[in-house]
């Protein structure tokens, strides 16, 4: 049986027993009920782990660190995905199957039709909410390296890059394979809120060189579409 797994952005000494933090701890023996002795891994978001032994001593809920290992599960490739900001519970979902796809970097895209219009206040509070989706979701799926979460941002700002960008439209003339190629290592991939793309957000694209994809025959949600097309580029680049 594969042991929890927990967040810890620390470096503790193989030998230590430390501490744990009280929503960890929270977490370990409220919310899962795990038991004294019981094997634990605490991963520090950098693609290192450690395992532990979970020790529960009154109201304490302690580790003590037996091994240290780097173990990485990443995509060999860098994939950034960027979402135009949608409802809260379609953008939660969808920040915790990016992480399990193996996207690198996330990036929330204030669209023009986003259904969704965050002030700086909501921003900072929705930063911290979806960084904890990336943790659990790291947790979940056996990621050591946390997903990076950028601050949104608007269309303009992300086209101008030199890696390859690739814009979804149901329309476009062009698949994932045409435009795909073996030497790209680093792919940005936009995907529109529930009422797609407006045209001129489009244009914008296209002045920047943004090349226009489809996935197959068939219309995708929003929620949808970025994981199918992250799903089939890291294996059509075999990124596996």
């Known amino acids: 049986m594969t042991a929890p797994r927990f967040f810890y952005?620390?470096?503790?000494?193989?030998?230590?027993?430390?501490?744990l933090p009280d929503t960890l701890a929270h977490h370990a023996v409220r919310v899962l009920r795990l038991k004294h002795?019981?094997?634990?891994?605490?991963?520090?978001?950098?693609?290192?782990?450690?395992?532990?032994?979970?020790?529960?001593?009154?109201?304490?809920?302690?580790?003590?660190?037996?091994?240290?290992e780097t173990r990485n599960v990443e995509l060999a490739?860098?994939?950034?995905?960027?979402?135009?900001?949608?409802?809260?519970?379609?953008?939660?979902?969808?920040?915790?199957?990016?992480?399990?796809?193996?996207?690198r970097t996330f990036i929330p895209v204030l669209a023009r039709r986003s259904v969704v219009n965050l002030g700086a206040e909501r921003i900072g509070k929705k930063m911290r909410h979806w960084e904890k989706i990336i943790e659990s979701a790291c947790a979940q799926c056996g990621r050591n390296q946390l997903m990076q979460l950028t601050e949104p941002k608007t269309l303009p700002s992300l086209l101008a890059t030199t890696d390859l960008t690739l814009i979804c439209h149901p329309d476009a003339p062009h698949s994932l394979r045409d435009v795909l190629n073996p030497s790209s290592n680093h792919i940005t991939l936009l995907i529109g809120p529930e009422g797609g793309w407006s045209e001129e957000e489009m244009a914008q694209a296209d002045k920047a060189g943004v090349k226009p994809v489809?996935?197959?025959?068939?219309?995708?949600?929003?929620?949808?579409?970025?994981?199918?097309?992250?799903?089939a580029i890291s294996a059509l680049q075999d990124w596996e």
């Open 9 to 19: 952005p620390f470096s503790p000494q193989c030998g230590d027993t430390i501490e």
């Open 77 to 103: 490739g860098h994939l950034t995905l960027g979402q135009a900001l949608v409802s809260s519970d379609k953008m939660d979902w969808i920040i915790e199957k990016a992480v399990e796809t193996g996207v």
């Open 214 to 231: 489809r996935f197959g025959k068939r219309i995708l949600r929003t929620e949808t579409a970025g994981l199918a097309m992250v799903s």
């Open 37 to 68: 002795d019981t094997p634990i891994v605490l991963f520090d978001g950098r693609q290192g782990q450690y395992h532990a032994t979970l020790i529960l001593e009154g109201k304490k809920a302690l580790a003590h660190i037996h091994k240290y």
